[in-house]
């Protein structure tokens, strides 16, 4: 039996729930609130030491990180295949996914917080603000989170992150030519893992910087047409949050856009 | 054929090498002097876009990150193996190794630059010392880097540093109950990537913290034992060097351990 420990809109429970969907596996489903920071309390910190979703639970083994568990995944139900064959291919998708864990997720965290959920956060009390930040176990993305939060677009964080994503958007584009996906003309692992990525910069209203590049804004169109989109993403999308994150999003594009021009 | 560009000292070398090793594959050895600064040279670059080594060429095709270089050379040359064959034991290898990359290794870089190298480098002009920090790319590293020449053991990057060394050891300490390598009684990935790390806080003359942990001093002195750490690391160790390091490491030792009861 497969146990999901997820959130509705986090971008690692995304990817899982991608490649869940595209194997057609059903999973027993557990909310974990991000919002009201359930990933802290005492009994899912036992499964997931980082305070982080999801935690997949296979008949009774714990998995964590969403990348391995995508791994393991192909490997423990092989069809339909979602990682090549070919030694040089297999790298190549895995440099996607290694470059989303050690630098694009870090920068999501720096965006989401700082344009969509900010203004939610800051009508909190100061002393509840505190402990949902004192309570995120790594330094870097601790100090990260309150600096976004109490600075917004203008957090000295925020250019370096905007430009992360630019800079995959780029690669993607180039990665782009002449497939139809990021490493062949199969869905793979790795597009499970950009989707993410490119729909959050959507949710906090930079389309424009997806429409730029005309490869990456067909590669958009052409996963939401899949049946696993449906089933493991836009199924999940809580609209009114999402239009709140765009309204957001667009009172900020004009500096999101004069960062870039720097 | 295979060609790699490498530096003796370099953790992330070392676990390639170590790997090409244990499987008894030679190599074309491409020297990159990261002390001279080799690693940001625009034709090296045009190899490594993160101006970083190992970088291995097999047959002209161009790999990185040596996490992935290893999976890569585990499946191209698959005897003997070093990944295991069950899903969930793969799934705890690559727990190390993906901890290693984002957790352990950025703080090898705060202790090396804070502890070994940075009496060497303040030998050098305020110009030249700029130089070197600016050409590398990634901001945070960049930073960090900045820093601990700056402050030394006083870095306020150090305590998290040495605090996540020695979690790292904790957990190898509890890993290795029951079992002589990581993941199982076999060497694997996981072993070859960790060893550079335990060796680089011996290096650093904390060598107390590795023996106050018995099943990981009994670990370190099994894979020092094996014939692949004479030909992939021990052969390439700098002694002056490596005195020189554990010299500056005996200075700080008295504040490692402040900072450890703090």
């Given at each position: 039996m497969l146990e999901l420990y997820h959130h509705f809109l986090s971008t690692c429970s995304q990817k899982v729930r991608l490649v869940l969907a595209e194997k057609g596996l059903d999973y027993e489903s557990h909310w974990i609130d991000l919002i009201q920071g359930e990933q802290h309390a005492p009994a899912y910190v036992k499964l997931n030491p980082n305070h982080v979703v999801p935690t997949l639970v296979h008949d009774g083994h714990v998995l964590i990180e969403s990348t391995l568990i995508n791994e393991y995944l192909d490997e423990v139900f092989a069809e339909p295949s979602l990682v090549p064959s070919d030694p040089l291919s297999r790298h190549a998708m895995r440099l996607w996914t290694k470059r989303v864990d050690s630098q694009v997720h870090p920068c999501a965290g720096v965006i989401t917080f700082g344009i969509g959920t900010r203004p939610m956060i800051l009508q909190r009390t100061p002393e509840e603000i505190e402990l949902s930040v004192q309570a995120i176990p790594d330094p870097a993305r601790r100090e990260a989170r309150r600096s976004v939060i109490e600075h917004?677009?203008?957090?000295?964080e925020m250019q370096g992150a905007i430009r992360t994503f630019v800079s995959m958007l780029d690669d993607m584009e180039e990665a782009l030519a002449g497939r139809a996906?990021?490493?062949?003309d199969d869905f793979s692992l790795a597009d499970a893992c950009l989707l993410p990525y490119v729909l959050r910069l959507d949710h906090l209203a930079m389309r424009p910087l997806i429409e730029a590049r005309l490869r990456v804004a067909a590669w958009f169109e052409r996963i939401q047409r899949r049946d696993s989109y449906e089933v493991a993403v836009s199924e999940f999308v809580p609209e009114p949050l999402v239009q709140s994150f765009r309204r957001h999003g667009e009172e900020v594009f004009g500096e999101v856009q004069a960062m870039l021009a720097d």
């Open positions: 917004g677009i203008k957090a000295p996906f990021l490493v062949s």
